[in-house]
């Protein structure tokens, strides 16, 4: 009886199969383990915006004022200009031709469909806008006949040239008459810079399709 009890035991400690059963707690243990082992899915990065798409949010969540939009304009423009002197290369040059073209008709546009109507109303100077209307006419001619060309063909440099003193003209009296008489007259200009804007980055958008 003793040898039975002691198989008893011995059997009680015992598998069905001789093996000893699991400690309290290893299935849980095992559980975990296998858990955190397993690595976490990293959630997928966002690739980042570009440059000129960052500019553009930060543009249209605080618009600048129209006078500023437009002399911001002015600044951008006057340096593909300058750029362009110091080119040589006709590839080059064609690029940012169509660069300076480009530029010129969104922003003449955004003013002759919003910002000129609303001065005309504002200040009292219809024959400073009604120049600046022709000035505006003169360089879209020149614009059309350098489209009309490439880089290489006898005087597309000389066009280019000339029509940056346009702009420069035009400019130099936008800044100093026009914007001066508007900034000192009744004009929204927040409300107005914010119209400019939407409609300039229309423009650009449907030019870039």
Same mark, same amino acid.
């Given at each position: 009886?003793?040898?039975?009890?002691?198989?008893?035991?011995?059997?009680?400690?015992?598998?069905? $199969?001789?093996?000893?059963?699991?400690?309290?707690?290893?299935?849980?243990?095992?559980?975990? +383990?296998?858990?955190?082992? #397993?690595? $976490?899915?990293?959630?997928?990065?966002?690739?980042?915006?570009? #440059?000129?798409?960052?500019? +553009?949010?930060?543009?249209?969540?605080?618009? @600048?004022?129209?006078?500023?939009?437009?002399?911001?304009?002015? #600044? *951008?423009?006057?340096?593909?200009?300058?750029?362009?002197?110091?080119?040589?290369?006709?590839?080059? $040059?064609?690029?940012?031709?169509? $660069? /300076?073209?480009?530029? &010129? +008709?969104?922003?003449?546009?955004?003013?002759?469909?919003?910002?000129?109507?609303?001065?005309?109303?504002?200040?009292?100077?219809?024959?400073?806008?009604? =120049?600046?209307?022709? *000035?505006?006419?003169? @360089?879209?001619?020149? /614009?059309?006949?350098?489209?009309?060309?490439?880089?290489?063909?006898? &005087?597309?440099?000389?066009?280019? +040239?000339?029509?940056?003193?346009?702009? =420069?003209?035009?400019? *130099? =009296?936008?800044?100093? =008459?026009?914007?001066?008489?508007?900034?000192?007259? *009744?004009?929204?200009?927040?409300?107005?810079?914010?119209?400019?804007?939407?409609?300039?980055?229309?423009?650009?958008?449907?030019?870039?399709?």
């Amino acid at each position: 009886m003793g040898g039975a009890a002691g198989s008893a035991a011995s059997f009680g400690g015992c598998s069905a $199969k001789g093996r000893a059963p699991a400690p309290p707690g290893w299935r849980n243990d095992m559980a975990t +383990t296998k858990t955190a082992a #397993k690595p $976490k899915a990293k959630p997928a990065s966002k690739k980042p915006a570009s #440059k000129t798409a960052r500019k +553009t949010q930060r543009a249209a969540a605080k618009p @600048a004022d129209a006078i500023k939009l437009l002399k911001d304009d002015h #600044k *951008e423009v006057k340096g593909f200009f300058d750029q362009y002197a110091d080119l040589e290369d006709d590839a080059e $040059k064609q690029a940012l031709a169509d $660069k /300076i073209c480009l530029a &010129l +008709t969104v922003h003449a546009q955004i003013e002759e469909e919003i910002f000129y109507p609303a001065a005309r109303e504002a200040i009292d100077d219809d024959d400073l806008l009604d =120049e600046a209307e022709v *000035e505006h006419a003169s @360089a879209k001619q020149l /614009i059309a006949e350098i489209q009309a060309m490439k880089a290489g063909d006898r &005087l597309f440099d000389a066009k280019v +040239t000339v029509l940056g003193e346009y702009v =420069e003209h035009h400019v *130099e =009296e936008e800044e100093q =008459e026009m914007f001066a008489e508007s900034r000192e007259s *009744e004009l929204d200009l927040k409300a107005l810079g914010a119209e400019l804007a939407a409609r300039k980055a229309e423009l650009m958008a449907q030019a870039s399709k």
